[in-house]
């Protein structure tokens, strides 16, 4: 990968006549966070010195009377922003302590810079790949409230198959994908056309290589856009920008987006399959004459991840939302079974193509609330586990998952069924991820308190609008 001085960062700026700079950073949980400062204030010596900010306001970081850090601008990220009205140079940060000028442990981007590292000085190959295929919805509005004695949620969308007898504008056309429906319907059914291929042109311009774009399964505007697989760290960097462009065209024609697993009852939730190699020297290493064309070592990394799923849950599916989507009996992928074309697997090795090159494993378990460089990093860590040590993965499981009894399926492992069953799941097995210094103790520790205090407790500790439908004339 080019790398960009940071000269040729202020140049790029120059060139543009860039007027701001905009420094985006990861938080603990995924969330992009920003500050904006003058062109004029940026320097060379800023991309070595760093800017201050309080780290204590930033989620599951640092406490008020440590408050003090760094963010330091990656010259490699310079680009310009495509949606400030003025010219805005964005760069992508790390975060480093102030005094000890040391990498933040809780920054999830040099979680993912030290899960490159690792698999260098492992020997066992130069570079991971990773493409993930983030499912999302595009919706026409969202109103939601939670209150002592109150709470709800009401999405809406113009595909949406609920609006077929809906008084609309102009009269109600009726081309709505019906509910599990919506793969690959062309327009008038497929009203998002446009504004998908909006957001891709956006991508490509900012040198984001697009592969495909098209309509989901659900119905309510379910989409998905498929971006070219990419080293680690650039690709987290990628799915940051990814969902930062989708919302903000979407934004652009008065919609909204949502990568929430499952919005919605009763139709498919959105996944984020994630396709993973590791090459070495230019060659790839998971193409063998093994099964479905596998190397051995490629066998392995399939018994890391599928040793260590119910661990890697708590990053690859990181909501209690998750869970309404990993549900056994549905086209969720929870059995932990591997499988070539089948993707009723949790894992799938895709057939599409003989060239060693292609030759890759596909999770499908994720999904796009995942944080992408901790749980990239995650999953390279379970994957270089599996070869360390020589996992095997047992057998494939080559017949459709769903039409199986439970008789047949006794045996095949699940993935938890809960947040907080995922996060006592990691607690138990995370010794992989401290290999390396790649995670610490108390990145695991901080994730699954954070999880627990703000999210799997206040939920659990509310009553939904289906319990008083349920229970409500016990």
């Known amino acids: 990968m080019a790398t960009i001085s940071p000269k040729q960062a202020l140049d790029l700026a120059k060139q543009n006549k860039a007027q701001f700079v905009d420094l985006k950073f990861n938080d603990f949980l995924g969330i992009w966070q920003h500050f904006t400062i003058p062109i004029d204030e940026l320097s060379e010596a800023v991309f070595e010195e760093g800017l201050g900010f309080d780290g204590s306001s930033i989620r599951g970081w640092q406490a008020i009377h440590a408050s003090d850090m760094l963010v330091m601008p990656d010259a ?20 480093v302590e102030p005094i000890t000028k040391e990498p933040y442990s809780r920054d999830p981007r040099n979680i993912a810079v030290k899960a490159e590292k690792y698999l260098k000085s492992t020997g066992i190959g130069d570079v991971a790949y990773f493409g993930p295929e983030a499912e999302f919805f595009i919706f026409d509005e969202v109103r939601y409230e939670v209150g002592v004695n109150q709470s709800f949620y009401k999405v809406d969308s113009v595909e949406g198959q609920w609006n077929t007898g809906r008084d609309e504008p102009g009269g109600n056309l009726g081309y709505k994908p019906r509910y599990k429906e919506g793969y690959f319907p062309v327009a008038p059914t497929d009203s998002q056309q446009d504004i998908r291929s909006e957001m891709c042109a956006v991508m490509e311009a900012m040198g984001i290589k697009v592969e495909r774009q098209h309509h989901e399964v659900a119905t309510a505007g379910q989409a998905e856009i498929d971006i070219r697989f990419d080293a680690l760290l650039p690709m987290a960097d990628k799915l940051m920008w990814f969902k930062y462009i989708i919302k903000n065209v979407a934004r652009r024609h008065g919609k909204t987006v949502t990568f929430m697993p499952k919005p919605l009852y009763g139709d498919n939730g959105s996944g984020m399959h994630v396709h993973q190699s590791i090459w070495k020297g230019g060659k790839p290493l998971f193409a063998g004459d093994g099964y479905a064309g596998m190397s051995d070592l490629a066998m392995w990394y399939i018994g890391g991840i599928l040793k260590h799923a119910p ?75 599996g070869i360390e040590n020589k996992i095997n993965p047992g057998q494939p499981l080559d017949k459709d998952i769903y039409g199986m009894t439970p008789e047949e399926l006794k045996d095949v492992p699940k993935m938890p069924g809960s947040l907080d069953e995922a996060l006592e799941n990691l607690r138990k097995d995370h010794a992989f991820l401290l290999k390396g210094d790649v995670f610490t103790e108390d990145v695991i520790e901080t994730w699954i308190q954070y999880k627990y205090d703000k999210e799997v407790n206040p939920i659990r500790m509310r009553p939904s609008p289906l319990e008083y439908a349920l229970y409500f004339d016990t």
């Open 76 to 95: 490699n990220t310079a680009v310009m922003d495509p949606f400030m009205s003025l010219p805005t140079l964005s760069l992508i940060c790390n975060i």
């Open 311 to 385: 661990a890697l849950a708590a990053f690859c599916n990181p909501t209690t939302n998750s869970y309404k989507r990993l549900v056994p009996g549905f086209e969720a992928p929870v059995n932990l079974a591997y499988s070539a074309r089948n993707r009723s697997a949790s894992i799938r090795i895709p057939m599409y193509s003989p060239s060693p090159k292609a030759k890759r494993i596909e999770f499908r378990s994720p999904d796009p609330a995942a944080n992408g460089y901790i749980a990239f990093a995650a999953m390279l860590m379970a994957g270089l586990d």
